[in-house]
């Protein structure tokens, strides 16, 4: 499954189950409610981790379709523009953009 297709697939649950898709903010909530229960399930060590990535995977793509986002097309532009990118490491080792080398 592609990422555009996982958004729509997302969508068409929560449609279908009548479960929120106006409320942004309530989204985002949710979403952060998913982040924290895959931190609990990683920092107990619980089988569950992969489900709850999931879950915050599921909230993220509903929550680009209720912002109408195109997801598959941001994550892509996002890598190449990543993958372009130059760092350099400070003298404490925090690496850094190097703004000099890398296209605006
Ligand atoms: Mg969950």
Redesign the pocket.
């Known amino acids: 499954m592609d990422i555009r297709s996982g958004q729509k697939l997302a969508w068409e649950n929560k449609v279908a189950k009548g479960f929120n898709t106006t409320d942004v903010a309530l989204e985002f909530g949710l979403l952060y409610g998913?982040v924290a229960?895959?931190f609990d399930a990683w920092r107990r060590g619980r089988a569950e981790l992969g489900?709850?990535l999931a879950?915050v995977t599921i909230y993220l793509l509903s929550l680009a379709q209720m912002t109408g986002v195109d997801l598959q097309g941001e994550v892509e532009a996002k890598i190449a523009k990543n993958a372009s990118r130059v760092y350099r490491r400070l003298p404490n080792g925090t690496m850094v953009k190097d703004r000099a080398r890398t296209d605006p």
């Open positions: 998913e229960e895959a489900e709850e879950d």
